[in-house]
């Protein structure tokens, strides 16, 4: 079992472990149960009155696949279902010490004497993270402070880092899920040998190589139907070309690593042009599908060591019908020496679509190149001779 405690403004005691009175040492016989994307609040009712829109605005969000999707959603269970709470995925308990509700009671009751007198003494909130406490392939979260006051501010500036945690491990619950059965290792030492990178392959897609020799190379997979497809551009075609804003990239990355925002302006500007030259690549190469500028968004994110535009958003053909949600990485890679563009998308109309777009995102997120790529291909040496 693994723990993890974190505070307003500092980190608490590296013996987290130690200090958190939850069971984990013994051998985890079952797995969780329930959905992937369920989040099971425990909480009676006057607590939950109070911290149940917080935590709905944490946890809450939608994505539009065009129609609105929860990516989570929240069930509240009253304090006598205790007993069944441990068995699920995701657990979360919200109360400050102060409290005299069950829930604050089964708070006081989780954490050791020592934590409590930490949060007491420094007036300060925190969460605690335990990874596999009762079955495996679970997380629990415990969210608490000293007062209603600390607990309340502490949910609202910390939303990003608590929507993280759970994202994180629906993600892992996502590879899990994907990677389960006959992942394409021949497929994956094929990418490297021929194309400077690899990544996992799950099984059922198909590799089309048609455009291969100009810097494209695509993988479909059908039932339903979504695709994946790689384009690179040498880094000295980038100015000849008007690619140079990629450049800008490790600057916006750095002002992210002192702890500054960057400039939105400056990130509209590489979406935009970022958008444009993933219009260039599906002009050339596909139907003309386009982005969807108002149901895009653009964001700065550390990507395998270096620093991309992430878009996520929506492709869109002016064509009845025709369209779906997209998630997308463009980023400068020194190990080969290219700008990439690596790009997912999903076409199943009229139905859900996140969770296939959450599986491409996973997908394209194990890419690798240089030293790292050999490494992971030396790794399973072994099945790709087996798949051969």
């Known amino acids: 079992m693994k723990t993890t405690l974190s505070a307003t403004g500092t980190a608490v005691l590296a013996v987290a ?11 985890k016989v079952r797995e969780a149960i329930g959905d992937r994307n369920q989040i099971m609040v425990y909480s009676d009712e006057q607590n ?3 911290y149940g829109p917080e935590l709905e605005k944490v946890f809450r969000r939608e994505v539009y696949t065009p129609r609105p999707e929860l990516i989570f959603r929240m069930r509240h269970l009253e304090p006598d279902a205790w007993k069944f709470l441990p068995r699920f995925k995701n657990l979360v308990i919200c109360a400050p010490l102060e409290d005299l509700t069950p829930t604050a009671e089964k708070v006081r009751a989780l954490l050791s004497p020592e934590v409590r007198q930490w949060i007491y003494e420094n007036k300060r909130a925190l ?5 596999d406490p009762y079955t495996r392939k679970q997380l629990f979260l415990i969210i608490t402070a000293d007062t209603r006051e600390r607990l309340l501010e502490y949910i609202g500036t910390h939303s990003e880092t608590l929507y ?6 629906l993600n892992e619950r996502i590879a899990d899920l994907i990677y389960r059965q006959d992942e394409q290792y021949a497929l994956e030492d094929t990418l490297l040998s021929n194309y400077q990178f690899t990544m996992r392959v799950p099984w059922g897609f198909r590799m089309v190589t048609t455009y291969a020799r100009e810097s494209l190379i695509r993988m479909i997979k059908y039932g339903p139907e979504r695709w ?13 070309r008007g690619l140079s804003w990629a450049y800008r990239l490790e600057e916006l990355g750095q002002v992210i690593e002192r702890g500054e925002d960057p400039d939105p302006v400056e990130i509209r500007r590489l979406a935009q042009q970022s958008w444009d030259f993933r219009d260039e690549i599906t002009r050339n190469y596909f139907d003309d599908d386009f982005v969807l500028r108002s149901a895009t968004t653009s964001t700065i994110v550390e990507f395998n060591g270096r620093w991309a535009i992430r878009q996520y958003g929506r492709w869109h053909i002016d064509e009845p019908f025709s369209g779906g949600p997209m998630v997308a990485y463009c980023f400068i890679d020194s190990e080969t020496g290219r700008l ?9 109309p009229n139905e859900p679509k996140e969770t296939l777009l959450r599986q491409l995102d996973v997908m394209i997120r194990t890419f690798r190149t240089g030293p790292l790529a050999q490494s992971y291909i030396a790794s399973i040496q072994e099945k790709i001779d087996e798949r051969r």
């Open 340 to 348: 990439w563009w690596l790009d997912g998308a999903v076409f199943y």
């Open 164 to 169: 993280r945690l759970m994202e994180e491990r």
């Open 228 to 240: 994946f497809f790689a384009y690179w551009v040498p880094l000295e075609d980038l100015e000849e």
């Open 48 to 50: 939950w009155s109070i």
């Open 127 to 131: 969460h605690v993270v335990q990874e």
């Open 17 to 27: 472990a130690v200090m958190v009175l939850l069971p984990g040492c013994e051998r």
